[in-house]
């Protein structure tokens, strides 16, 4: 059954309030489209643990640090609905730009701390935006339940403190990362690379998981980072923004491995900005 597509606020209320007075839980995944297997494991997860099931779709601007980035990202509605189509969703939420930003929209949510380093330095203003549309999606759909991928760690972080300050009455599960047989974490980005560059995109993940082995064996990121750097530049990799051990509880730096220690990284390859982060 193809799930409807709804793009008003009042839409999507009148058929929340319905479930809410029949009683029923509702999970939600926020996204920006083009979706691939990590997206559709979420609302797998969200169809096991909720009674209703909400998928947005909607590309946050206000999240965007290069307009860019903005302009190419990839948009497959229809394909999306198709995706969805077989999952069991009771409903697709593509709000129309005005519900979430109407006319003289002035308010910022915005989470310290926890987006002072990783992409929060690498890309100013881009938490600002995701905690702004999370919230509103939150509180637009009304919903028990909020699933996010640990593909995009420190944002499951972020939204997990913003839930938790604001008293939004939602629990928020992260699940795991879901990888290409050659390892390359999936993201509606890989779509951008060009065929020569999607052969070396795999590398980051190699680097890393080679980088986890080296720390589990008691080496320190002080000296191995700069090795596993250079072998991403020297297989083709264009710039790293961050390759950093840091905690998976605050995100503090960390230089070996320990119990919560996780790899981060954002590296760009041929125009395209891949991130990824592992457990050590
Ligand atoms: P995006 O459309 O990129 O904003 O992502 C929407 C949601 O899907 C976020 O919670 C992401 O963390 C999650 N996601 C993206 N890629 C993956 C993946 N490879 N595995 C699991 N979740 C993912």
Redesign the pocket.
């Known amino acids: 059954m193809i799930a409807p597509i709804v793009r008003s606020l009042s839409d999507l209320r009148a058929r929340t309030k319905a479930w809410q007075r029949a009683d029923e839980t509702i999970g939600v995944v926020?996204?920006?489209?083009a979706l691939h297997q990590?997206?559709l494991?979420?609302a797998r997860a969200a169809r096991e643990k909720c009674d209703r099931v909400i998928v947005t779709i909607f590309v946050n601007p206000k999240q965007f640090n290069d307009p860019k980035d903005l302009e190419n990202y990839p948009r497959t509605e229809q394909e999306d609905a198709r995706k969805l189509e077989s999952l069991g969703v009771d409903l697709i939420y593509v709000p129309d730009p005005d519900q979430i930003y109407p006319d003289g929209f002035a308010t910022t949510v915005s989470v310290s701390g926890l987006t002072d380093m990783l992409c929060g330095e690498s890309r100013p203003g881009h938490f600002d935006g995701v905690a702004t549309v999370v919230s509103k999606l939150f509180l637009q759909t009304s919903a028990d339940f909020a699933f996010?991928?640990?593909?995009?760690y420190q944002?499951l972080q972020v939204v997990r403190r913003m839930a938790a300050d604001l008293d939004i009455p939602i629990a928020v599960i992260g699940?795991?990362?879901?990888?290409e047989e050659d390892g390359l974490?999936?993201?509606?980005r890989n779509l951008l690379l060009s065929d020569r560059a999607r052969i070396k995109a795999p590398v980051l993940a190699e680097v890393m998981n080679d980088l986890r082995e080296a720390l589990l064996a008691g080496g320190r990121m002080s000296d191995l980072g700069p090795e596993a750097e250079a072998h991403l530049l020297a297989a083709g990799f264009n710039k790293v923004d961050y390759l950093e051990l840091r905690s998976g509880r605050d995100l503090g730096l960390l230089d070996q491995a320990a119990e919560d220690a996780r790899l981060f990284a954002a590296a760009w390859l041929a125009g395209v900005r891949l991130i990824d982060n592992i457990g050590v």
């Open positions: 926020p996204t920006m489209g990590g997206h494991s979420l996010f991928g640990e593909k995009d944002q699940c795991p990362t879901i990888r974490a999936m993201s509606s």
